[in-house]
């Protein structure tokens, strides 16, 4: 079941990630950016007008990242 939203906010969404997978991608992209970066995938995906696919991180940052998480 979807959760109501102010007519002011979309409607919140439940998505299944794992926990390491979550926390590395809000060391990528900022804690508070996640939801950001997942709308533009979604709409490239749709193939919404003026939509582009996000840029991903560099590799190097992915694995400071990952060295990061397993400390």
């Not at 299944?16 to 939801?35: C, K, M, T, Y």
């Not at 970066?37 to 590799?59: H, N, Q």
């Amino acid at each position: 079941m979807v959760s109501r939203a102010k007519e002011t906010h979309t409607t919140n969404r439940v998505v299944r990630v794992p926990d390491a997978d979550w926390e590395e991608f809000g060391q990528l992209v900022g804690e508070r950016n996640r939801s950001q970066l997942l709308r533009e995938f979604i709409a490239w995906y749709l193939r919404r007008p003026k939509s582009t696919l996000p840029k991903r991180p560099d590799a190097r940052d992915v694995q400071a990242a990952r060295n990061i998480a397993e400390s």
